[in-house]
């Protein structure tokens, strides 16, 4: 009966309910009797190989991947061809491999096609209460193909990358989305890194086009985006890579032409040349397993990684995702208050978003700018019905007077998200009870820039929340907890966070580095995916995100390895080693003296090295870090003097040299 026994195996990939019963004996009905009152009854396969769905690879994500358009479809074979087991051979994975598609097509041809090209695609706020735009379907359509044009005019062919390196105009998903239009690889660079940073990622994937904006206004302050994209091409030069052209946004809010530094031959006004191609462009079909898009995002050691997401499978994923999560409809108006330099922006500002034929709100402006109840008063003027933010916002708004939350109606209000960072459950409440008035179910979205959509999150309509979980897994997603050994463990437990068996927005590789890709996330738990989080499952089976494992950090939402802030602050020239938590523990060159405009000067490394985001709050002088006798420093000890929780250091025997704990305790308020 090997028939049944592919189809057992095949049925055991599937998601949520079963995961949480994974303790239970499988029967196949018609091979045995379902008499066990806890055995899993499968259907015979027989009736499997007719039902609407099977398996989730088999039938549910290419029904699903039917509502879109495919210039030449995938067949009648497998969708998806994977193997996440390094044991086995190259980790490889592929969804709807030798179909062709194209994702700006989906996001706007396909949309206005069906009825809604005068529907509002983009609404724009600007930094200062007042000046706003907004696109419909067919005028977003029109600026992304004229784009588009320009950027094949000037040599920009299929596969090749561009870096954008723009605030939060709409400038910024209209490159996106004519990049992908022409089958260009985009590569968005937060516009907080610095030119350091930018510079790093443009001699990574070395892009024919750096598209920027002169400046841009956030709160009250003016950033000189022009300014770091030319140190950063510098920067570039001198590492014997040119970027042919820098094209720039003119942001006249911010700053004006006149004002702006230009290199004759280089530089191209946006506005001087878009405005002259034609409103329409062929569109480039690409296959689905084509790349769409590089996202750099921290690791726990070295430079860098460039997370690679192609376009058949991320399509499907972001779309779907994103309407099940938020429970979109059509009326929506929904405001993600990411920057399009992180994942969140990608899948949630841009692409999910519009495959939905939604209307996005796009936010140049700081939450708390003229004053704490902007983000209140925008909800209202726009009717915002869906609003997805980040924990570190809920948090700093919370400390505000309730008032500021108040003297906005916020009654359009439906659905509440977040992202990025665990939401503990008083922030969970107050967004609960007072922005959302005890009426609106919180989305708590967990995922990460490699997933490219959600992966553990709630169905707003369909199960009871609990304040800091993010519930269950999305449809098709197989999340499980093993222990040290890389077991799974089941029912109520806690343990590190892996994924079984891959999903359609999965990323396919780190740019030109497959390997350091099997090293990070397949080789820890072979036969897993391992995402770095810790997790605990609860008796219901409801998951709570712990946190990182591994030497990465949340500043403020923003992802960052605590070995990118070390190397910035170990450059400077008066220390000697570093290890950071953004509280640093930092350790001068023998002699050096303890003062505050060092201090300052260290903080200042890691502001132009990494971006002022990611800049310590707290610099500890340290004679000596507590070391393990191989020289791994305990950030656990660290972490406890840095919170003051001195009874709780716990067993400090085992250091090299024990004394350096006392000293640290000395050195604590100096
Ligand atoms: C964390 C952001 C708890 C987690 C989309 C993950 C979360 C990292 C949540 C990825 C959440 C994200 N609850 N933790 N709802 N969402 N995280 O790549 O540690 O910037 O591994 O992607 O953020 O960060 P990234």
Known sequence: ????????????????????????NAVVLGESLASEEHDLVFPSPEFSSQALLSSPEHGFWSEIAKEFYWKKGWGDGPIV???????????KIEWFKGATTNICYNALDRIIGRGDGNKIALYWEGNEPGHDAKLTYNELLEKVCQLANYLKDIGVKKGDAVVIYLPMLMELPIAMLACARIGAVHSVVFAGFSAESLAQRILDCRPKVIITCNAVRRGPKVIHLKDISDAALLECVNNGVSVGVCLTYENQS??????????????????????KYPTTCAVEWVDAEDSLFLLYT????????????????????????????????????YWCTADCGWITGHSY?????????ASVLVFEGAPNYPDAGRCWD?????KVTLFYTAPTLVRSLMREKTEYVTRASRKSLRVLGSVGEPINPSAWRWFFNVVGDSRCPISDTWWQTETGGFMITPLPGAWPQKPGSATFPFFGVQPVIVDEKGNEIGGECSGYLCIKSSWPGAFRTLYG?????????????????FTGDGCSRDGDGYHWLTGRVDDVINVSGHRIGTAEVESALVSHPQCAEAAVGIYAFVTLIDGVPYSQELRQSLVLAVRSQIGAFAAPDKIHW??????????????????????????????????????VVDQLIALTDS
């Open 1 to 24: 009966t090997s028939g049944h026994l592919r189809h057992v195996e095949s049925m055991a990939q599937l998601p949520s309910g079963a995961g949480r019963i994974s303790h239970l």
């Open 622 to 659: 340290a004679p000596g870090l507590p070391k393990t006798r191989s020289g791994k420093i305990m950030r656990r000890i660290l972490r406890k003097i840095a919170s003051r929780q001195l009874d709780e250091l716990g067993d400090i025997s085992t250091l090299a040299d024990p004394s």
């Open 298 to 333: 921290s690791g726990s050691t070295g430079k860098p990684k460039g997370v690679l997401h192609t376009t058949g499978g991320y399509m499907v994923y972001t779309a779907t995702t994103f309407k099940y999560a938020f429970d979109y409809k059509p009326s929506d108006i």
């Open 378 to 382: 925008i909800v209202d003027k726009y």
């Open 254 to 275: 911010a700053m004006k032409k006149e004002a702006t530094k230009w290199v004759e031959g280089r530089d191209i006004w946006w506005q001087d040349v878009t405005p």
């Open 81 to 91: 061809e994977q193997n996440l087991d390094v044991r086995k051979g190259t980790v």
């Open 349 to 357: 500002v841009t692409y999910g978003p519009f495959l939905n034929g």
């Open 513 to 529: 580095d497959h390997e350091r890709y099997e090293t990070t996330y397949f080789k820890p738990f072979p036969g897993y995916y």
